[in-house]
């Protein structure tokens, strides 16, 4: 008797705010390559937007008895979405995220992105998954998707480690730099969006790792202080950001000034707080209550040596704050958003606030550095910074709580000389490890979506603070 084929219901995910016509071709593209599928498909590409609509999607599969799920991580989503359909179904999960071409203009899709804090989430729920990473059209994701439904689709084990033995030199560079952590407190602004589970943070735990304190602000507080900021001083950040930028008299003014108010508003902030780095919850509320982007804002603060970080992410500004420490000079977190299928290379990708140190140069005397503003890619208002990250050697690291437990990952590359991959601020870095391999840890790990990033080689300094920290080490 002949075995029974493989039963599995599909589901597209997908956030308004992204490319949806391209998303809707890339999910009909898919839909016609699963028909290679040796399984009976149930669901369609229809995207996925919200609760109620996945809620009316998942009903349809009521009383099937599924061997997987397939999650088409069509565009960039939170992971609430996600969270909900594992609790509901028994069945394992395969997510199945879309490659997008680097044509330096927007990020249409950021799909790796959404799996990634799929993943997290995931991971510390205990669900079963595996992943695909392939175009639509790709006749290989059949064969990675079939390869899944034969095995057993379980967790893997993690790959945590211990630290390694250091030198003398790097084992004290790293405790003059956990004395200084020790004695810091960070600002956070807000709270992490919904889904944005790799955001959160447990002040306790995270003091007793680090010794850093974390102070708390509404973001009531940030608008009222940005709305107090005189004019000279919004007139004076206009200049700084002109210098750097170019002209911004294309840009609309009014949305330019509420922007260039808010870094006002967080220098308030800092000061009175003595914060030495602060996380913000940039999104939507910046624009849609205030009227600007913190993004240029928070670059000028990490070029002045105080961490932003986007998101309400208080791990993140640790993590910067660290790579500074470190490296003593600033650092920019990051979401991956891209990485070849096969090869070396992803990309680091943040909507416009790596600092401007990171900007490559024209190679004149006076070092001007290649940079523009522009607006958010989605939200369409001002300032943000526009540049490829320059070329160099680069040191990766997060300080992690995926799995529910802490560990230091560490990570090395090239940023390549390349040309700006999507709109924003964004370099193409090639990983020290194959690409698909990088993929693989963050999947199995269920890493964070935000990692730091600092010119120079710091692994060991790192190794040697994993171990005053007594944090095991992921090798990203």
Known sequence: MAPSRKRIGVLALARPTF??????????TAMVT?????????????????????ERALGRFEGDQLDALLLLQVSFTDSSMTEAIGARFDAPIILWTFPEERTGGRLRLNSFCGINLAAYALVNAGSDFGYVHRYADD??????????????????????????ETSVAAA?????????????????????????????YDPEELSGVTGVVVERKELEDLFREAAAVEPAAVAATRSRATAALGSLDDLDQQSLDRSLSLYGGLKGLIAEGEWSGVATRCWPECFTEYGGAACSPQSMLIDDGVPGTCEADVYGNVTALLLQHIAGEPSFVADLVEMDTAGTTGVLWHCGLAPMHMAPDDGSATGRKLAAGTVHSNRKMPLLNEFALRPGRVTLARLSQAGGAHSLVIGGGTMLDAPLAFSGTAGVVEFDRPAPEVTATIMREGLEHHFGIVYGEYREELEALAECWRNPVVDL
């Open 34 to 54: 699963l028909q290679d599928l040796d399984a009976e498909v149930l669901g369609n590409g229809e995207l996925l937007f919200d609760a109620e609509t996945t």
């Open 139 to 164: 006749v290989g994701a059949v064969d990675d998707i079939a390869r899944l439904l034969s095995e057993n689709i379980a967790q893997q084990s993690s790959h945590r480690r211990d630290p390694k």
């Open 172 to 200: 004290a560079r790293a405790a003059v730099v956990a004395s200084k952590m020790a004695g810091t407190t960070i600002g956070v602004i807000g709270d992490r969006p919904v889904g944005f589970d790799p955001c959160g």
């Open 19 to 28: 490319d949806i016509p391209y998303a809707v071709e890339v999910a009909a």
